[in-house]
């Protein structure tokens, strides 16, 4: 069957631009430490908005406050939490540092986007249907759009339980559970599916065993829609940048994880028995030309930061700090002279 694409060019004007309302919603004055206010935006379309004239900074205290379950984590030699379960393939720390990134990541790729989804599923949500957020993190996709979308139904799950238990809408719900492995869902439970951004997270097994059990869980006619970065081959990309992206290549392949997921998705899919598939690509500016292509770089040179253990096993110089933070304040220089760009794909299919 073909596959329909589209390209998507955002604007690059630095004109006037609304602003995501958060100090008015249920949820966010109670989850997040907000340090800048914010005023209110307008939805427009299938999960399109307004974009913002400013991300807020947020902080996974009382996040981390709220959770309660047990888990398998060790602490290694740079400080920090990890998943110790082997099952689990996640590569960024389990702490409230990456769950700090995790948010403001939402709120940029919502700003450089302009969108929360790309499915054709905003009718359907005003309505009312039953949602899953497929590797929600600290969930703030979920909350957000649990508060949009009141009449439907939300629930989010991951393998680390980083997602707020106590306080939320009463239309969201989590549990942990790992996507590769059987989730606890009956056949047939849910309208729409939503995963984003599980590049660092899943082998080439868990995305087959993963996109298999999505569609065992999604309603016939349902929508599944998965997000993901072409994190090898970026438009224009230097020397230090391509080194940077030629070691995580190489990092993932030796993990059996695939670093052109991005680009496989269409077949994936197609094999795992869904109809009907769309791709959005939309190519994002990086440290360059307007506000979400800066937003974008600080997002990227905190998830460098955060993955530095894995990348300087590769790469012995590396495990100084400093040189290391060095060279990715380089690699962002090095991107706004060469105005690169990120082309981020946005599938879309139904289970027939």
Same mark, same amino acid.
Request: net charge neutral; glycine share 4%.
């Given at each position: 069957?073909? $596959?329909n694409i589209?390209?998507?060019?955002?604007?690059?004007?630095?004109?006037k631009?609304?602003?995501?309302?958060?100090?008015?919603? #249920?949820?966010f004055?109670r989850?997040f430490?907000?340090?800048? /206010?914010? /005023?209110?935006?307008?939805?427009?379309?299938?999960?399109g908005?307004?974009?913002l004239?400013?991300v807020?900074t947020?902080?996974?205290e009382? =996040?981390a406050?709220?959770?309660?379950?047990?888990?398998k #984590?060790?602490?290694?030699?740079d400080?920090?939490?990890?998943? @110790?379960d082997e099952?689990v393939?996640?590569?960024f720390?389990s702490d409230?540092?990456?769950?700090?990134r995790?948010h403001q990541?939402?709120?940029?790729l919502r !700003?450089a986007?302009q969108r929360?989804y790309?499915?054709?599923v905003?009718?359907l949500?005003q309505q009312g249907i039953?949602?899953l957020d497929?590797g929600?993190?600290p969930?703030?996709?979920?909350l957000?759009?649990g508060?949009t979308?009141?009449?439907s139904?939300?629930?989010? =799950?991951d @393998?680390?339980s980083?997602?707020?238990?106590t306080i939320?809408?009463?239309?969201?719900?989590?549990?942990?559970?790992n *996507?590769?492995?059987?989730?606890p869902?009956?056949?047939?439970?849910?309208?729409?599916i939503?995963q984003?951004l599980?590049?660092?997270?899943?082998?080439?097994?868990?995305?087959?065993?993963?996109?298999?059990?999505?569609?065992r869980? $999604?309603?016939p006619?349902?929508? *599944?829609?998965i997000?993901?970065?072409d994190?090898?081959?970026l438009?224009n990309?230097?020397?230090?940048l391509?080194?940077?992206?030629y070691?995580?290549?190489?990092?993932?392949?030796?993990?059996?994880m695939?670093?052109?997921i @991005?680009i496989?998705?269409q077949?994936?899919i197609?094999?795992a028995? #869904?109809?009907n =598939?769309?791709?959005?690509?939309?190519?994002l500016?990086?440290?360059?030309?307007?506000k979400?292509g800066? $937003? $974008?770089w600080g997002? !990227?040179k905190h998830a460098?930061?955060?993955?530095?253990?894995?990348m300087? @096993?590769?790469?012995?110089e590396? %495990?100084?700090? %400093?040189?290391y933070?060095?060279? =990715?304040?380089a690699c962002?220089?090095?991107?706004?002279?060469?105005?690169?760009?990120?082309n981020?794909?946005a599938y879309y299919a %139904?289970?027939?």
């Open positions: 069957m073909p $596959l589209s390209l998507s060019f955002l604007s690059t004007t630095k004109s631009s609304c602003v995501l309302s958060l100090s008015r919603s #249920f949820f004055p989850y430490k907000k340090k800048k /206010k914010m /005023k209110k935006s307008r939805s427009s379309g299938d999960g908005v307004d974009v004239s400013d807020p947020t902080s996974s009382t =996040i406050a709220s959770t309660t379950k047990d888990q #984590f060790q602490l290694r030699e400080g920090r939490k990890y998943h @110790a099952k393939s996640y590569l720390p409230d540092d990456e769950a700090d995790v990541q939402h709120w940029i !700003y986007l929360n790309h499915a054709p905003t009718q949500l039953t949602v497929s929600c993190g969930a703030t996709w979920t957000e759009m508060e979308y009141p009449n139904k939300f629930h989010g =799950i @393998a680390s980083v997602f707020p238990e939320k809408p009463a239309n969201v719900e989590f549990c942990v559970a *996507i590769a492995e059987r989730i869902f009956p056949d047939n439970t849910f309208d729409y939503h984003r599980l590049i660092l997270g899943l082998t080439n097994n868990d995305w087959e065993n993963a996109l298999k059990e999505l569609y869980v $999604l309603k006619g349902g929508y *599944i829609e997000v993901e970065p994190m090898q081959d438009c990309m230097g020397p230090l391509h080194k940077t992206q070691t995580m290549s190489e990092m993932l392949l030796s993990r059996n695939p670093p052109k @991005a496989e998705l077949d994936r197609t094999r028995g #869904f109809v =598939i769309e791709l959005q690509m939309t190519p500016h990086l440290n360059h030309t307007d979400a800066y $937003l $974008l997002d !990227y460098y930061l955060n993955i530095r253990p894995v300087a @096993a590769r790469n012995p590396w %495990q100084d700090v %400093q040189v933070e060095k060279y =990715i304040d962002g220089k090095e991107a706004e002279t060469n105005k690169t760009c990120v981020w794909y %139904q289970k027939p």
